[in-house]
């Protein structure tokens, strides 16, 4: 059974920064594409960041330049540095494990870390 843990949100200032992990236990990790998730209240999840098993990425652009992503294959982890922080941060962010064979799809979710940029 897949488990992802995340850690690492919290209260922090604009301007802040957060570093977010998620851990992965229950598969093997490398062959998965990692990402980051957010959710505002009121508004839909949306893509924060994601990076393929080759270390390739891509970035909303209201995150670009700001965030980062990284994963460490052997740990298991998958971390989102997220530099620069303003409130529209603000929200609950979610590790997301994907990986398509064929026609099976294998999609996996944290239970998310909550994420407040506020003065």
């Known amino acids: 059974q897949v488990q992802l843990v995340e850690s690492g949100g919290g209260l922090v200032q604009p301007g802040g920064s957060l570093r977010l992990s998620c851990a992965a236990s229950?598969?093997?990790?490398?062959?998965?594409?990692t990402g980051w998730f957010r959710q505002a209240p009121g508004k839909q999840r949306e893509l924060v960041a994601r990076?393929?098993?080759?270390?390739?990425?891509n970035y909303a652009d209201s995150v670009k330049g700001r965030f980062t992503i990284s994963r460490d294959n052997a740990k298991k982890t998958v971390y989102l540095q997220m530099n620069s922080l303003k409130p529209e941060d603000t929200a609950i962010y979610y590790c997301?494990?994907?990986?398509?064979?064929?026609?099976?799809?294998?999609?996996?979710w944290g239970q998310g870390t909550q994420v407040t940029v506020s003065s």
């Open positions: 990076m393929s098993g080759a270390g390739s990425t």
């Open positions: 997301n494990l994907y990986r398509r064979i064929g026609v099976a799809e294998y999609d996996y």
């Open positions: 229950g598969t093997i990790f490398s062959f998965y594409i």
